[in-house]
């Protein structure tokens, strides 16, 4: 008999270590691939950490797609979720982040092979990937971009497609939660044909199809309303959150003294005629009436998906082998929020002007004499409904190529094609600026009346057309082979080189009404109201190549050490899209530099005991700025939150476009330098170090320290760091012309530059106990997160540290994820208890002028703005499943995902996410108590 070989599996759900596998000596060593490295492998743990969620774990997890399955790992942090297209700017998307690093430095594959990215760099949409195709998933929790290309720093995720599959089974499943929306069913059926082994070939199909309904702020205490009353430390006070953009519409007149000097006066003609706020969602502040928004909204999207995968494995000879992959899947996501909010301009010859503002400019305190410049009505316009997107994607993936062995050496060939598209079409509420202009210049609508009888007035304005397309594709060519080369005295030192073309295509087709008036369409005099416009096509594309070399060595019996280093290729950036600084459409040409550099990765894995496993690397890597870093040009970015001022000189120009305390304009782009100016790939370095102990058979445990460094870090620098460090970024505070305003707005230009270093830290654990009692075969799973470091350094404001607070990118680092599960095994039923936890953060800061907190007084009325700083609870939700076996062919699952109905922690945000108020849906459970049923069966 051999030595005995100790597999020590550290899974995503805490699998721990496995008990030691023997083999007899004519039984042949299965070697097993392993993600975040090339050579095959007899022990399935190697010397970087990768966590592997089995068919039974996923199943176990109660999750309906692959995204909600990602983000129950408690190593994941900073993704996209659906409840950000809420108006938060998920567009659709639905992401994964490896330890808060971030989207666009997590690789996600599929089979090993990469996915069209949804967007211009490799940020996946998981949405695309059918959860009933899955059979397993593996994470490296470390950079891979050695193996896989540079942009893998912060890790890999690989879903690996089920295969050599010959039963048909059926799933079908169903969810509800407690609250009467948010009911979620799927169903799949997936069939194979012929063993791989023993006929020489296996077919296996496999179609799915899953929807999930809507749910909606206004049926959930925690989220109804903008208005929040709260406690803390003993003393009352509210959340304050609402829009200057109402209905009856509020009026903004700016004027000018005799003596020269201007002045800005808002109210509500409204209020001023009537003396009352008349209308839904509607609080008193001052003079004017604000909205609710947050009443409006959606907590979660509304969700569909179709998909269906096709594999074709065959044996060619006894040597090698050809397969084929093919994976088609349309997603929709409609996503509705608050109905169209626009600052529109009154014409100060206009009738509307006379009849609704000019009576009123002596009570408002306009001073006699004065001149008014011009006057601003901000809309809410709820009667042509709540504005909604629809982000259809359609993804197409192809993967063909041969495998086996030669001489000697294990090869693998394969082609990829992937493509991604995606619509957003108008499904409600935007509306044509030319066509409301006219109702309101007819007289047909009143903006400064109230609500509810107009809707038949405003729905020929509602628009219905597809605002943009966006398009998305790589083909990939690769060849890798693995051999051993020389011999050593604890074994044989196996080689794997390898070589990667890609060509990557990225387009961006916008509408005419989302392009607005420009150079290409000057006759175009039509805009979205509710929505934006400045935006302009892209159509880019890159070629990029990779080569690289591994190298294992078994120093002794107990340790391997692995070498691996990669060269990288990026050209310059293809533009066939591309404009001067006047908007004017110009040549295809380059863009950006070409970007190249060598990267390598050193890993030891030490086994001093049958017991005990240490491993430890060390690597750095590289990552090219994304198409659209650089070529998108620069385009209306929509509405700032609200900002005091930066201009504060009367003799700047821009002081004339000042609205004290408001929400101000944004313009976003990508930066087409070329030599000193442009932009660089960045840099990283890597480091783990961890170990795995098992004492006993039945109890492991497992730590994992990891380090990553990033300089020359691509940053667009956010909305609060412009606004509030003028003086450092005057530069991007810009005069432009609003096409739907029709007038000069002061804005903020948002570009990327290679501005920050940034520094993560953090500790990953994952220990297990399972034991046999008399009631069955218990199993207890404890993984989780421990960060020790989020921060980024920019010029000119210094060291952001984010781990547990609201930064100023409005996101969250979270300083502890974990998840513990129980499960008991019987000889029919298996029953399991799961504790998700979240650790509180600081919450976001206030001041008195940013209008968002107000303190209660004695008898229960509002006071004044005050300033506040609190933190956010932490949040633990607890989840049930029983699974019953009733025969081979029949299984039947039943579960209650947050038993306990745990409502989010209460959070002031007001930014990041989506429009939603009270809680923040990123980080927490929005539907509450949800109860669910699965049933397989095969056959």
Same mark, same amino acid.
């Given at each position: ?250 009026? =903004? ?92 301009? !009154? ?218 280093? +990669? ?106 330098? !070329? ?58 505070? +810009? ?135 609190? +933190?956010?609870?932490?949040? =633990? ?63």
């Amino acid at each position: 008999m051999s030595r005995s070989v100790r597999l020590i599996c550290a899974s995503g759900l805490a699998l721990g270590m496995h008990a030691a596998v023997a083999q007899t000596a004519d039984a042949p060593i299965q070697r097993v691939e392993i993600t975040g490295s090339s050579i095959k492998r007899i022990t399935a743990e190697g010397a970087l950490p990768v966590q592997t969620l089995s068919k039974a774990q996923i199943e176990q997890s109660g999750a309906t797609s692959v995204a909600d399955l990602i983000a129950t790992l408690p190593s994941m942090q900073g993704f996209t979720t659906s409840s950000m297209s809420v108006n938060g700017g998920g567009g659709g998307l639905q992401s994964a982040s490896i330890h808060s690093i971030g989207e666009g430095y997590t690789l996600v594959l599929l089979n090993g092979r990469r996915l069209a990215p949804a967007t211009s760099g490799s940020t996946v949409n998981l949405a695309s990937i059918p959860l009933a195709a899955v059979e397993k998933v593996e994470i490296l929790t470390d950079g891979a971009n050695t193996l896989y290309g540079s942009d893998a720093i912060a890790g890999v995720v690989n879903f690996i497609l089920k295969k050599n599959q010959t039963d048909a089974i059926v799933d079908v499943s169903y969810s509800q939660p407690g609250s009467r929306h948010g009911q979620t069913t799927t169903a799949s059926i997936s069939k194979g044909w012929g063993e791989l082994e023993k006929d020489g070939y296996n077919i296996l199909v496999s179609a799915a199809h899953d929807e999930t309904q809507a749910s909606w702020a206004k049926d959930s205490d925690f989220s109804k309303s903008g208005v929040v009353p709260f406690y803390k430390d003993g003393k009352a006070y509210s959340l304050y959150q609402l829009s200057s953009n109402s209905i009856p519409g509020t009026a =903004t007149v700016k004027y000018t003294e005799a003596d020269g000097t201007p002045g800005s006066k808002a109210f509500s003609p409204n209020l001023f005629a009537t003396g009352a706020c008349n209308g839904p969602n509607l609080f008193r502040v001052g003079n004017r009436c604000l909205y609710d928004y947050s009443a409006t909204v959606q907590n979660t999207p509304s969700l569909k998906r179709d998909s269906v995968f096709a594999s074709f494995n065959a044996k060619i000879n006894e040597n090698a082998n050809f397969f084929a992959e093919a994976l088609g899947s349309s997603f929709s996501n409609t996503a509705q929020y608050a109905p169209p909010a626009q600052p529109l301009g !009154v014409p100060l010859n206009s009738a509307l002007y006379a009849k609704s503002i000019a009576p009123y400019l002596s009570r408002l305190g306009v001073p006699a004499g004065a001149t008014v410049d011009s006057t601003t009505m901000n809309l809410r316009l709820a009667d042509a409904g709540g504005r909604a997107d629809r982000y259809k994607t359609v993804a197409k993936h192809l993967a063909f190529g041969v495998d086996g062995t030669f001489k000697g050496f294990d090869y693998r060939a394969a082609f990829t094609h992937s493509e991604n598209k995606q619509t957003d079409t108008a499904a409600g509420g935007y509306m044509s600026l030319n066509a409301f202009d006219a109702l309101v210049t007819s007289g047909k609508f009143d903006p400064f009346a109230p609500p509810g009888t107009s809707q038949a007035v405003l729905a020929p304005a509602v628009l219905t057309n597809e605002f943009s397309v966006t398009k998305s594709s790589i083909d990939q060519l690769q060849a890798s082979a693995t051999t051993e080369v020389f011999k050593m005295p604890a074994g044989a030192a196996q080689l794997a080189v390898g070589a990667d073309f890609t060509r990557q295509k990225y387009s961006e087709a916008p509408d005419a009404y989302s392009q607005g008036t420009n150079k290409q369409q000057p006759d175009f005099t039509d805009a979205i109201v509710g929505g934006g416009a400045g935006a302009l096509p892209i159509d880019a594309s890159r070629k990029n190549w990779g080569t690289y070399g591994e190298l294992l060595l078994p120093v002794l019996k107990s340790m391997d050490l692995t070498a691996s280093t +990669r060269y990288d290729s990026f050209g310059a950036v293809t533009n066939n899209k591309n404009f001067d600084a006047d908007g004017n459409l110009i040549g295809s040409g380059k863009q950006g530099e070409t970007a190249s550099k060598a990267t390598y990765k050193l890993a030891l894995r030490w086994n001093p005991l049958d017991s005990l496993l240490i491993r430890g690397s060390y690597g750095t890597g590289f990552k090219a700025p994304t198409l659209t870093n650089i070529v998108k040009p620069l385009v209306n970015g929509g509405s700032s939150q609200f900002h005091n001022c930066p201009i504060t000189a009367p003799s700047d120009p821009r002081f004339k476009l000042c609205n004290g305390k408001a929400e101000y304009g944004l313009l976003t782009g990508g930066n087409a330098a !070329v030599g000193a100016g442009a932009l660089k790939p960045e840099e990283s370095k890597q480091a783990t170090l961890g170990f795995r102990l098992e004492p006993i058979p039945s109890l492991s445990f497992g730590f994992d320290l990891w380090d990553v460094k990033l300089k020359n870090q691509i940053q667009t620098l956010s909305e609060d760091l412009v606004f509030g460090n003028p003086a450092v970024y005057d530069s991007l505070l +810009r005069t432009y012309f609003d096409p739907i305003q029709k007038q000069n707005v002061l804005v903020a230009a948002l570009t990327p530059f290679n501005l920050s270093t940034a520094h993560y830290q953090g500790i990953d654990w994952d220990h297990s106990y399972k034991t046999n009692t008399s009631l069955g075969k218990v199993n207890v799973q404890w993984t989780g997160t421990f960060m020790t470091k989020a921060e980024q350094d920019n010029p000119g404001t210094g060291l952001e540290k984010n781990i547990g607070r609201f930064n100023s990118y409005a996101d969250v680092t979270f300083r502890v994820i974990s998840k513990l599960t129980a499960s008991l095994r019987t000889e029919m039923f298996t029953h399991s208890l799961t504790a998700n936890y979240h650790s509180g953060y600081a919450d976001q800061e206030y001041t008195e002028d940013n209008s968002v907190v107000r303190e209660v007084l004695a008898d229960g009325s509002l006071g004044d703005y005050v300033p506040l700083t609190r +933190r956010v609870s932490s949040y =633990t939700t607890f989840d049930w499943q029983t699974k019953a076996q009733f025969s081979k062919q029949f299984t039947l699952t039943a579960g209650i995902k947050n038993l306990a109905n745990i409502d989010p922690p209460f959070t002031m945000r007001n930014a990041g996410g989506g429009n939603q108020s009270g809680f923040d849906p990123r980080y927490t459970d929005a539907l509450g108590r949800t109860f669910y049923l699965t049933g397989n069966y095969k056959f």
